[in-house]
């Protein structure tokens, strides 16, 4: 069928809480604001069903796509007559195996989401070169084989920030279709947010999925996408337009759109302007949250032609603004996944710890992202400190 492309319509419903009947109702909600589930998907089609696993964590850590929230789209689309394909790749800091997706699944609550809907997981850790000569940083990516031979792709993803996009939602999440280790390469290229977003904007443009659901009932604040905290929003979102259901989450959780480096490269290309994105269902303003906890990197806030001096200096000597990782030496394990992940090789792990050398360091915080154990803080030097005093 013709994908539902460009447009600019996001739905907004209130869900309180990961109940079945009530999860279920404001997806079902949602999807029928925006035209109901057959504008997406037709009868028989192998969808992929992408949520943000991550590594796999515990629903209650808000790190993940809640189960809730994939077993109700799950339902629609079963009901809808189609074949459903659970299917992500974990973080980068993670080997692309059966085993670490069985473990994973099993932990998201994505293996009980299977044996309740009649959808299957994906054990399938192939991946195909998938060529895009459109693109404008990329013309061709690595993608994992269950989405490269799905009809359609439906993707479910979990609102969080960021500490290094900003905000993960809707776009960023398709960076799950890239197999784990292959990731690295991808923030040694692009070492900009910016220029990453439009690699992010190149890759939903090549794979250009349906349908976009976002869990943004418990969502993740502070220092995301896996060590911040649970905070609620209680919402669903729905849509067919990566950037226009980004704008809505980010003005949720008091962002502006055009400092998420997706939404401002998708409208840098003119495929979006933030100020025509419409809602339906119920009224953002009534449920957005604007003392959401930015992270500890955010750069966003106090405007003014003094701030902007500020920003320029930051830009010119990223690396004493940002903040810089340290290993906290008694929580480290020594497990090897920030060596793993690191685009750099910043890191290395020697007698059972991990060190960073932060002469090498992109301040990408791939390291601080995967690490399960928190053994890796952020800290700012003196100048650094000063300037984020400035900035406000």
Request: with cysteine; glycine share 12%.
């Given at each position: 069928m013709q994908p539902v492309w460009r447009d600019a319509t996001v739905a907004v419903v209130r869900c309180g809480g990961y109940g079945r009947d009530e999860v279920d109702a404001a997806v079902s909600r949602a999807i029928d604001l925006i035209g109901g589930m057959g504008r997406f998907v037709a009868p028989k089609e192998l969808v992929l069903l992408k949520p943000n696993l991550l590594q796999g964590q515990e629903p209650e850590r808000c790190v993940t796509t809640h189960p809730a929230v994939v077993a109700a789209v799950a339902r629609l689309l079963?009901?809808?007559?189609?074949?459903?394909?659970?299917?992500?790749?974990?973080?980068a800091g993670i080997v692309y195996n059966e085993a670490n997706l069985r473990r994973a699944y099993t932990r998201a609550g994505y293996a009980m989401v299977a044996e309740e809907t009649g959808a299957v997981?994906?054990?399938?850790?192939?991946?195909?070169?998938?060529?895009?000569?459109?693109?404008?940083?990329?013309?061709?990516?690595?993608?994992?084989?269950?989405?490269?031979?799905?009809?359609?792709?439906v993707v479910?993803?979990?609102?969080?920030?960021?500490?290094?996009?900003?905000?993960?939602?809707?776009?960023?999440?398709?960076?799950?279709?890239?197999?784990?280790?292959?990731?690295?390469?991808?923030?040694?290229?692009?070492?900009d947010e910016y220029a990453f977003g439009r690699m992010l904007v190149d890759l939903n443009e090549c794979m250009r999925p349906r349908l976009q659901v976002v869990d943004a009932v418990m969502a993740m604040e502070g220092d995301g996408p896996q060590?911040?905290?649970?905070?609620?929003?209680?919402?669903?979102?729905?849509?067919?337009?990566?950037?226009?259901v980004d704008t809505v989450l980010a003005r949720l959780i008091g962002m502006d759109p055009l400092e998420i480096g997706t939404i401002r490269s998708a409208a840098a290309r003119g495929l979006i302007d933030p100020a025509t994105v419409r809602t339906v269902g119920d009224d953002p303003a009534d449920?957005?949250?604007?003392?959401?906890?930015?992270?500890?990197?955010?750069?966003?806030?106090?405007?003014?032609?003094?701030?902007?001096?500020v920003l320029a200096v930051t830009q010119r000597f990223g690396k004493t603004y940002a903040p810089r990782p340290g290993v906290v030496g008694e929580a480290c394990i020594g497990c090897g996944k920030c060596e793993r992940i690191c685009p750099v090789h910043a890191v290395?792990?020697?007698?059972?710890?991990?060190?960073?050398d932060l002469s090498r360091c992109i301040r990408c915080y791939?390291?601080?992202?995967?690490?399960?154990?928190?053994?890796?803080?952020?800290?700012?030097?003196?100048?650094?400190?000063?300037?984020?005093?400035?900035?406000?």
């Open positions: 079963v009901g809808h007559g189609c074949q459903v394909v659970i299917g992500d790749s974990p973080g997981l994906n054990y399938d850790t192939g991946y195909q070169t998938v060529s895009y000569p459109e693109g404008a940083v990329m013309k061709q990516f690595s993608i994992i084989t269950p989405a490269v031979a799905a009809d359609a792709i479910v993803s979990k609102a969080k920030t960021h500490m290094w996009t900003r905000m993960t939602g809707a776009a960023k999440n398709l960076f799950g279709l890239i197999p784990g280790l292959e990731k690295p390469v991808f923030h040694f290229r692009f070492q060590a911040g905290s649970p905070r609620k929003v209680g919402v669903i979102l729905a849509g067919s337009d990566p950037a226009a449920l957005a949250v604007p003392d959401f906890k930015k992270p500890s990197t955010y750069t966003g806030g106090r405007a003014g032609p003094w701030r902007r001096v290395t792990v020697t007698e059972g710890r991990a060190t960073i791939c390291c601080h992202e995967i690490c399960t154990e928190h053994a890796i803080a952020l800290s700012r030097s003196l100048a650094g400190r000063l300037l984020a005093y400035l900035l406000g």
